[in-house]
């Protein structure tokens, strides 16, 4: 494979990451409600929004997805149904679909604080969705400088270090206790006991903080990456496995394969590390061309090209 054809596959890689994360909170958003309770329905919103001139009766809806909270939830679905579109979209000199996803990831980071408040302020809720938090603003360094460059490869490091490290904590019930659902998932799947379940899952945990370690070691980080791609799919494809069942309507795939979908970046960021790093084996040392004769067509006037994080 060429440097440019592999270029190309790592970008696709990234949007396909940045598309899943976006269509599936977009579901979610339309057609379920977002997680967003926990900052609406206290006394602050209630008091701000009768300052605003608005009733209890218009901020709650009569049931019917009239109200004010029920308008906004559907709004901000079509804003991520938006950000997926623009992920396929996007080229390298489009600075106002680049600002748009900047303000997706934007959104995402309030989504993920609002899930970080439901869990009762559990830190590894908030660290584990860093790669949806961060997906976009991959793909955005990706098109602004290059899928080798320093900044998208260090953004797309710290990406997968809070996704398998807010795993691992949450694994290995450790600050906060493993969540009912991971040990639920767990037996069911594997049929297994809840106290076989748990050691599972502590292994698992030990695990993801051990790759988070091994990307930054040279010999590990291929066999991290390709360890993360794996797991990363496995916990993802977990949630419909568990949930589906063909007594369900449509199977069920309307209330859990968006969790499969929008946890898209837990698995194509360690894959697009792992091709990263395979290639720039292949071609020898990442670089980061300052200019190109297409730029300029005086070859004297190019730079060198700067040493890249490898």
Known sequence: MSPSKSDNLLLILLRLGAFGCFAGWAWVHLYWEGPYGVLLWQ??????????????????????????????????GWLYLICAILTLTVRTKSRIQMAGLIGG?????????AKYLSARQQLPM???????????????????????????????????VMTFAGHGAYALGFPCPTPANFLGMTSVILKVEAE?????????????????????????????ALYAVIWGFLTA????????????????ADQYFHELVLRAPHFMIPL????????S??????????????????PQTCRPAAPLFN
Not at 272 to 279: A, E, G, I, P, S
């Open 126 to 160: 908030f660290v584990e969705h860093g790669g949806q938090m961060l997906i976009p603003v991959i793909l955005v360094l990706a098109l602004a400088f290059g899928v080798r460059h320093r900044a998208t490869v260090i953004v797309a490091s710290v990406a997968f």
């Open 105 to 113: 990831s934007g959104l995402l980071v309030i989504l993920s604080y």
């Open 196 to 224: 076989t379940a748990r050691t599972i899952l502590h292994v698992a945990g030990a695990l993801d903080f051990l790759v988070c370690l091994g990307i930054f070691i040279r010999p590990l980080r291929k066999a991290s």
């Open 43 to 76: 006394d602050a919103t209630f008091a701000l929004a009768d300052r605003l001139g608005v009733s209890w009766d218009e901020f709650v809806g009569s049931g019917a997805q009239d109200g004010l909270v029920q308008v906004w939830h559907h709004r901000i």
């Open 272 to 279: 697009y590390l792992l091709f990263l790093w395979r290639t």
């Open 237 to 252: 494809l977990a949630r419909p496995v568990a949930g589906m069942s063909l007594a369900l309507n449509y199977w069920g």
């Open 281 to 298: 084996e292949a071609f020898g040392t990442l670089t980061v061309p300052a200019a190109t004769p297409e730029d300029n067509p005086d």
